[in-house]
């Protein structure tokens, strides 16, 4: 039983931390990787939000 709540509390843990996305907004092309050796970094970021899975903006595009 003590070792259900363990891994219960383990796995609440672990979900919590890998239950966010960063949404950046950045100016430049929109189509990198057009060049023969990945993609170049020239643009700027322009504003950077973490969203959580319990904030409504998470389902939204």
Do not use: D, P
Not at 3 to 24: E, Q
Not at 34 to 59: L, T
């Amino acid at each position: 039983m003590q070792k259900n709540i363990y891994l219960a509390i383990l796995a609440a843990f672990l979900f919590a931390l890998c239950g966010c996305v960063n949404r950046t907004v950045s100016s430049g092309e929109q189509n990198r990787g057009s060049s023969a050796h990945g993609s170049k970094s020239s643009s700027k970021v322009i504003s950077e939000k973490r969203v959580w899975i319990w904030q409504k903006e998470f389902r939204n595009n």
